[in-house]
Structures are given as C-alpha cells and as structure tokens.
C-alpha cells in the first residue's frame, strides 16, 4: 500500500491546554500500520522502517505484494481530532519477536486501534492476545487491500471472538478520511470506558 501523505498535512500549532491521548496502532505484520499513520499525521511523522532481507524470509512474509520494508521500532504521528483533543500515534512492529516493543509502546497508552488484513486473520490472533492480555481496550480496522477477501461484520466478530462491546470498523488506510473515521470510533470508546478524561 503507498504510505506518501497527503496534502491534508497542516499540523496546527499547540496552545499547551490540549487533552492528549497516547493511541497504539498495533496489528499483524504488513497490516498497513506505517501506511495509516503516514495517512493521518499533520506532522512528518517519524518512521523506523528497513529494507527486507533474504535473511527474514523464515521469519517475515516477504512474499506479501510490494511489501519491501518492515517497521523495526515505531511509527509516529500526530493528529489534531478536534479543537482540544490532540492524538499521538504510534505505530507497533507486528511481528512476533517485537512484541517486547509492543509491550513498552502500549505504556501509557489509552486504547489500541488493530489493523486486521482479511487474507490473513489467522496472524491477528497472536496480536490480539497480547492487546487483551495488557488490559488496553481496542477497537478492529479491517484494513481494505485489493483483492482481499470480504466478510460481513457478523462472521469477523465471531472469527476474532470479540466481546460484543468491542467496535469493529472497516477502513483504507491509504484514505485520510477513512483513517480517521476509525480512530473517532476508537476514541470513542476509549472515553466511554474512561469518562474522567473528559472533565
């Protein structure tokens, strides 16, 4: 997927009186993380991504289409969702042997978006575990790749076992608009499990 911003990127300046949210964007590896928060940050944001390597064929789907690079620490962004709600976004490496590094970027967080591509959901699993088993409340972004299978929303809650008060929402990650529709959901729910954020 092509993660180049787009001209949306006017970061305003901060007052300093603005509620802050620290959000994970955690998902399975080549789950279009980097490109999401590349679609949404009105800053450059910051990205740690390497060229793939024959050496992370045992490890990584180097076969996916396109996918050249991986993230190796974060991705990070920043979005104004309102007047007076700022986001920091930062975006989670997907692979098993960085979960570590999703372990410490969820400190602090108030909710995890996870990125699911439907033509792998099995590698979900994994991810999703991890966010429950950190206490972090999250919200599903089917992420829409050409070709990739589709479900109804019924048949995903149930293949993902998930509570029914756990929002699932379908997005591009390519498309501002539809990025950020998913993380109002997210927020959403994150302030109505938290309402004292709101004072």
Do not use: W
Not at 55 to 77: C, E, Q, R, Y
């Amino acid at each position: 997927m092509d993660s180049s911003a787009s001209d949306h990127r006017t970061a305003p300046a901060l007052r300093g009186d603005e509620r802050t949210v620290k959000i994970l964007i955690a998902g399975h590896f080549g789950a279009g993380k980097t490109t999401f928060v590349h679609a949404l940050s009105q800053i450059a944001p910051l990205s740690t991504e390497e060229v793939m390597t024959s050496a992370s064929i045992d490890t990584d789907h180097t076969n996916l289409p396109n996918k050249t690079s991986t993230t190796v620490a974060m991705d990070f962004g920043r979005l104004s969702l309102t007047d007076d709600l700022v986001l920091y976004l930062f975006g989670a490496p997907g692979q098993p042997r960085f979960f570590p590094v999703l372990r410490d970027l969820a400190f602090g967080a108030l909710g995890a978006l996870v990125l699911v591509d439907t033509r792998r959901l099995e590698d979900t699993y994994p991810i999703l575990e991890l966010i429950e088993d950190l206490d972090l409340p999250y919200a599903i972004a089917i992420n829409r790749f050409d070709n990739a299978p589709e479900h109804s929303v019924e048949r995903l809650r149930e293949v993902m076992d998930l509570e029914p008060e756990t929002p699932l929402v379908i997005c591009d990650a390519r498309e501002h608009r539809s990025s950020t529709d998913a993380l109002i959901t997210l927020t959403r729910h994150v302030l109505t499990l938290t309402p004292e954020t709101t004072a």
